[in-house]
């Protein structure tokens, strides 16, 4: 049995937490580490119906190779704005973008390939509700966070907001990932077809690009930036 450093008793979601680059071991043996990360490693790998002790190998030569990209974010105000600047900027541009290539993919392929007509209806619902979620969280949140993380007192309303807040982008972030686990499923798992022109394969690849950054930004706010809000709420000694 592989002698590791990281216990397989650690919870997937904090050990993506501690070394963001372990997020792109567990994208390629298929653990879900952001909405789903609330388990044991050792538990994930049975549920995903691989070895441990593998994965535990593959982490610890990810940890050799690869620098901690978290070690920037010294507050939640920096974290929202990388998340800003990383995420959601990227995908103000690339969404209207991929759209179009959906449709203009579906447009020719869809009569050799009808799949793509319910990949193109998932995909629009999911790009309409991914651009109000970004706004939301730029609009209505990641301002009270400043305002908390400064140390100014909240109002009842604000309080409020952060609560409700919290809850409706998990609730949100988890009817991504189920969008995105359909989009998938329905490709065939990005599964080029023999036929594929130039343009299916390039919705294909920016489909499952699209999938990984979700699931890092998924992560960054489930797992690092919320349990931060809670916390510094918890400490100022307002109920959420």
């Known amino acids: 049995m592989t002698k590791s450093k990281i216990s397989p008793n650690r919870q997937v979601s904090s050990l993506v937490e501690e070394t963001l680059a372990f997020a792109h071991v567990f994208e390629e043996v298929g653990i879900d580490y952001c909405c789903g990360g609330d388990i ?3 538990s994930a790998c049975e549920e995903a119906g691989i070895d441990v002790d593998d994965v535990l190998d593959r982490l610890e030569s990810e ?15 920096e974290l929202t704005d990388h998340i800003v600047t990383a995420h959601h900027d990227r995908l103000r541009d690339e969404l209207p973008a991929l759209e179009a290539l959906v449709h203009k993919v579906t447009e020719v392929h869809s009569d050799d390939h009808p799949e ?7 995909f629009v619902e999911l790009a309409d509700e991914m651009q109000t979620h970004i706004s939301e969280e730029e609009d209505e949140l990641f301002p009270i966070v400043r ?10 309303i604000e309080t409020e907001t952060i609560e409700n807040e919290i809850e ?5 972030h988890q009817e991504t990932a189920d969008r995105l686990d359909r989009i998938a499923e329905l490709t065939d798992g990005y599964a080029v077809p023999s036929s594929a022109c130039a343009s299916y394969r390039s919705m ?3 489909l499952e690009s699209l999938e990984r950054e979700t699931h890092l930004h998924v992560h960054k706010e489930n797992n690092v ?14 109920e959420l």
């Not at 305002?147 to 009842?156: A, C, Q, V």
């Open 40 to 42: 044991p490693l050792e």
């Open 63 to 77: 940890q050799t190779e690869t620098k901690d990209e978290s070690d920037g974010w010294n507050s939640m105000s």
């Open 116 to 122: 793509l007509q319910e990949a193109e209806s998932e």
């Open 147 to 156: 305002k908390l993380e400064r140390g100014m007192p909240l109002s009842d």
């Open 168 to 172: 409706g982008f998990e609730d949100d």
């Open 204 to 206: 294909l690849d920016r």
């Open 225 to 238: 930036l919320f349990p931060a809000i809670e916390s510094l709420v918890a400490k100022t000694g307002v």
